[in-house]
């Protein structure tokens, strides 16, 4: 039972106090309409960016020559050199790691006497002889193999994560995480096209990944979700949209923790291994997660468990148990002039709790109280304190 914000001693806790022990009151599912419009924004100017900008794919992707040499060379001197000789629009970038400074050139694919040219003018640069520069041809038929191999990947994952939720808890709970999913990936690849971030295999693996944690940060709210519903089913005290907000509020600084210590490793990664020691290869990679965990951070609290109760509140019994506290009566059932409350008052509610007020008692009967009408009609009830004669038994008297 949720506490009220008390220390032991009497005085009551600050913010960070109420939300270390799970006692916020943060209306989450009550104002869900702003969330999802804060989404929808974000995903429309990606989607936006992507039509007319769309993605900075790397070599891996569009195909091209990639030249690698070793030394310390200016990247600004690089790129001008590169265009002397023809080849514009390359892109330079710095390397570090073990193997000293280095620096890469990647540009679309020429002839055979550009690529010489432009080994020569790095290793002229560098200070080294032409065949000491690297040089590595990307066919884009590579980049479009990584690409279907990782749609079947997605669609596998996405159908293996429904099938577990489905059978795990409901499916109302995996339409909702789905949905989560898709805002995740949108999100990504918006920011990628904002940005102009170079989108590599990296990149790819780094989504995949957002994904399996996004899969996990969900599955922590609706297992409490899940445990405060069977709470709900046995007391009907409270709606289905209070009972997710309640929740939420409990396990908050558990999803709190979670995000912030899988973000403290991923901008280390961004800071250290690529601005420090310069790894290309680990910025592209960090940059994905640090996106994607930020989005799925935010989808797990903010979209999945809202969009949830939505589609709970729809439901007969909890729509009626949401009429009952906010104290619009259900329907009677009536007979004739007697008005009798339906089963679910009489049981308390959907969930059978006995909460409910009690039924409303018929108005008194006048006149004669007789065993059986003339016309065949039931009835009516008897006035308090009647005497009702008991009806006589057919047949001979002993």
């Known amino acids: 039972m949720r506490g009220n914000g008390s220390r032991p001693g009497g005085r009551r806790r600050g913010p960070f106090g109420r939300l270390y022990h799970g006692e916020t009151a943060i209306d989450f599912v009550g104002r869900a309409t702003l969330w999802f419009g804060l989404s929808a924004l974000v995903i429309l100017v990606g989607l936006g960016s992507l039509a007319i900008r769309g993605l900075n794919l790397g070599i891996d992707f569009r195909g091209g020559t990639s030249w690698v040499v070793a030394g310390d060379v200016d990247v600004d001197a690089a790129r001008d050199a590169v265009a002397r000789v023809g080849v514009a629009g390359a892109d330079v970038q710095t390397l570090g790691g073990e193997e000293g400074q280095r620096l890469r050139v990647q540009a679309e694919p020429g002839t055979e006497a550009e690529r010489s040219e432009v080994s020569a003018a790095l290793a002229e640069l560098a200070g080294v002889e032409p065949g000491e520069v690297q040089v590595t041809q990307v066919s884009p038929s590579w980049g479009s193999e990584i690409t279907s191999k990782a749609e079947r990947a997605l669609l596998i994952f996405l159908a293996a994560i429904t099938l577990y939720i489905t059978v795990r808890f409901e499916w109302k709970m995996a339409v909702a995480t789905l949905v989560a999913l898709v805002h995740d990936i949108l999100v990504t690849v918006g920011v990628y096209s904002l940005t102009g971030f170079e989108v590599t295999p990296a990149t790819v693996i780094a989504i995949l990944t957002v994904l399996g944690y996004s899969i996990y940060d969900g599955i922590v709210v609706f297992d409490k979700v899940d445990e405060n519903a069977q709470v709900l089913a046995t007391t009907g005290r409270t709606t289905y949209s209070t009972m997710v907000n309640e929740s939420l509020n409990q396990v908050l600084m558990r999803t709190l923790n979670t995000s912030i210590t899988a973000l403290i490793p991923i901008v280390s990664l961004l800071v250290i291994g690529s601005f420090v020691l310069g790894a290309a290869t680990l910025q592209e990679f960090a940059l994905a997660l640090l996106v994607g965990l930020g989005a799925s951070a935010y989808s797990s609290i903010f979209i999945?468990?809202?969009?949830?109760?939505?589609?709970?509140?729809?439901?007969?019994?909890?729509?009626?148990?949401?009429?009952?506290?906010?104290?619009?009566?259900?329907?009677?059932?009536?007979?004739?002039?007697?008005?009798?409350?339906s089963a679910a008052d009489r049981r308390g509610g959907p969930e059978g709790d006995g909460a409910s007020s009690p039924p409303t008692p018929a108005p008194a009967a006048k006149g004669r109280v007789e065993a059986k009408g003339g016309d065949g009609r039931l009835p009516s009830p008897a006035p308090p304190g009647a005497v009702v004669p008991r009806p006589r038994k057919k047949g001979k008297r002993r």
């Open 304 to 341: 999945a468990s809202p969009l949830l109760a939505r589609l709970k509140e729809r439901e007969a019994r909890y729509a009626s148990l949401r009429n009952r506290l906010e104290g619009r009566s259900a329907p009677l059932v009536t007979t004739g002039a007697a008005s009798r409350p």
